[in-house]
């Protein structure tokens, strides 16, 4: 004789319900340590250097300097940058952000071992150029 399925509804054993998402018990994982470069036994050093002359800021007369905050990770990509601090108008601060943004490092270390680093930047620029007058 078959069950009908009320019988086997009632024959089951009752199941909790989920009220939200069980994770499967691993523990968290650490989030990335950045050391700043006093801290360090071998600073990064860039692959390439930085293109700051960018097209749209040539015909721009100004002089001042943008810090950048660059966080490298332990393989030397650049994984933020951050301007910390400018007298530029912003455009000079979109290239220099561009222009690391897209730098590889060889990576800092401590103690031999690559680390990730926040490295901070200095960028200057000096135009000589007389405006029109």
Avoid: C
């Amino acid at each position: 004789m078959a069950d009908s399925s009320a019988e086997r509804m009632a024959n089951e054993q009752p199941r909790p319900a989920l009220d939200h998402a069980v994770g499967i018990g691993l523990f968290p994982i650490p989030a990335p340590t950045y050391y700043t470069t006093d801290q360090l036994t071998k600073r990064p050093q860039p692959i390439a250097a930085a293109e700051l002359d960018a097209p749209e800021i040539r015909p721009i007369i100004a002089s001042g300097t943008i810090i950048l905050k660059l966080w490298i990770s332990e393989l030397g990509d650049v994984i933020s940058v951050d301007v910390e601090k400018t007298d530029l108008p912003e455009i000079f601060s979109r290239a220099a952000v561009a222009a690391f943004e897209h730098l590889h490092f060889v990576p800092g270390e401590l103690n031999g071992q690559r680390v990730g680093t926040m490295m901070r930047i200095e960028i200057t620029y000096d135009d000589g150029r007389r405006p029109p007058p």
